[in-house]
Structure formats: structure tokens, C-alpha cells
């Protein structure tokens, strides 16, 4: 059984920073590539970063790209997000997800496996 497990989210000021991890069980990790989207209120889940199985290449939004960084670790199962400069559009329900595109991908359909998301929340 496959499980994904976000943690690290809540509240923090505009300018803050938050490190999301995500530990995965039930897959060989490194043979997926992984990726982070995000859901805000209203509006429609979006890709936020994506790295390929060695984490040798990584993919970013526009938004996002230069204030946060998607790494991994393989030997623990995990992937991280860490956020820096966080602004109040960035608030949102941070989602993990595994693809067996192993060199990442940003599209959502090409991802199997989701968890159940972190609540990130930014204030003005």
C-alpha cells in the first residue's frame, strides 16, 4: 500500500519561510520521481516543483522559482520543500505526489500516487 505523508505546514508571516516533507512507504522510492502542487481556496490544484528519481534535475513554477527549493533523499523515503519568502498568494493546501515519470514532470495527470496535503497559511 502506497502512502504519502506531508508534514511541516501552518501558520507564518509574509517573508517567512516553511520546509514541507513528504515520506513516502509501500514504493521503491527512487524510482519515481516526485512533485509538489498546491490547491488555494477557490481556485484550481497547480504545479509548484518537481524533481526526476536522483534528484539531478528539478522543475519549478514561475511563481515559486528562487524562493523555494525541492530536494530529496532517497536513503530516508523523503522529499522536502523548502519555502523561502513566503507571500500571502502562497497560501495554500501543499499536496506530494509520486510519478513513475522518473526524470519529473510538471503535469498533474502523470503523477500515481498523492497524499493528503498541508495546510500552508501565510498572513499580510
Known amino acids: 500500500q502506497v502512502q504519502l505523508v506531508e508534514s511541516g505546514g501552518g501558520l507564518v508571516q509574509a517573508g517567512g519561510s516553511l520546509r514541507l516533507s513528504c515520506a513516502a512507504s509501500g514504493v521503491i522510492f527512487s524510482s519515481y520521481g516526485m512533485g509538489w502542487f498546491r490547491q488555494a481556496p477557490g481556485k484550481e490544484r497547480e504545479f509548484v516543483a518537481a524533481?526526476?528519481?536522483?534528484?539531478?534535475?528539478?522543475y519549478y513554477a514561475d511563481s515559486v522559482k528562487g524562493r523555494f527549493t525541492i530536494s530529496r533523499d532517497n536513503a530516508k523515503n523523503t522529499v522536502f520543500l523548502q519555502m523561502n519568502s513566503l507571500k500571502p498568494t502562497d497560501t495554500a493546501v501543499y499536496y506530494c505526489a509520486a510519478s513513475r515519470t522518473v526524470g519529473g514532470t510538471l503535469l498533474d495527470k502523470n503523477y500515481d500516487y498523492w497524499g493528503q496535503g498541508t495546510q500552508v497559511t501565510v498572513s499580510s
Open positions: 524533481i526526476s528519481w536522483s534528484g539531478g534535475r528539478t
